[in-house]
């Protein structure tokens, strides 16, 4: 099974940022995360002041990613699937909702912190604006290199389950007085993937599922996303593939 790499976008401690426009960096885990949507939403998502940090990470990863490889305009529903990698997921909103169960015998538990609690909520909040109808879930790692999840968006595209797959890694992780950090670190990371076919696209390379589900990129075994993203916005310019 081939696929191409039609869009690479990011949110980390580092910056936020496309892959046709800059190289991509890893933030360290202790910077500051810029959650605005400002400059990357191009209409209101009267949700988004609710959110919490790891869906406002997911939904700005997604918007960019999806600019990156021109497809976040929109007239009729896409089926375009969504697979998310993550560690801690939504574990801290969890842990500030059930604070707000605790007294008064739940009596003050906050709605809009509910909503919230489950990690794929992000993914609704994407497909709702994005206009996405393929499938949409939430893979959790022991750490996050979000392999797995590539290899599924692989298998998506080779049984022609969507025309498009965006897959990649999302994770706030949660508060050091959790006492579980140290796994992830803190960022979002989204490519599009797209089938080969006789169409021409942009394409930063391929994407190649061996046999015993190893994925390579240009000859060159995936082993983490991060270290994909670098070796795709590296090069002086986009590839024309066919």
């Not at 994407?126 to 750490?143: D, K, M, P, R, V």
């Not at 959790?178 to 930063?204: C, D, E, I, K, N």
Request: glycine share 12%; charged share 20%.
């Amino acid at each position: 099974m081939k696929a191409v790499i039609t869009g690479i976008g990011w949110v980390n401690s580092a910056g936020r940022g496309q892959g046709r426009r800059t190289v991509f960096q890893s933030g360290p885990a202790e910077g500051r995360l810029e959650l605005s949507a400002k400059g990357i939403l191009d209409k209101p998502a009267p949700r988004y002041g609710r959110m919490d940090d790891y869906s406002r990470l997911g939904l700005l990863a997604i918007a960019l990613v999806l600019k990156d490889a021109q497809l976040d305009q929109w007239t009729e529903m896409r089926n375009i699937s969504v697979i998310a990698s993550t560690v801690y997921g939504c574990l801290q909103t969890d842990s500030d909702y059930y604070d707000t169960v605790i007294p008064e015998g739940g009596r003050l538990a906050l709605p809009n912190l509910f909503a919230y609690t489950l990690s794929n909520t992000f993914l609704g909040e994407a497909a709702i604006y994005f206009g996405l109808t393929g499938a949409g879930f939430i893979i959790h790692e022991s750490s996050l290199s979000g392999c797995y999840g590539m290899l599924l968006a692989m298998n998506s595209l080779a049984g022609k389950e969507c025309e498009a797959v965006i897959a990649g890694i999302c994770d706030a992780g949660p508060s050091s007085s959790l006492g579980l950090t140290g796994r992830a670190v803190p960022g979002s990371l989204f490519f599009v993937l797209q089938p080969v076919s006789g169409r021409q696209v942009w394409s930063y390379g391929t994407l190649t599922q061996e046999e015993k589900g190893d994925i390579f990129f240009e000859g060159k075994m995936v082993k983490d996303l991060h270290e994909l993203a670098v070796w795709c916005t590296q090069k002086q310019g986009i590839r024309f593939k066919v």
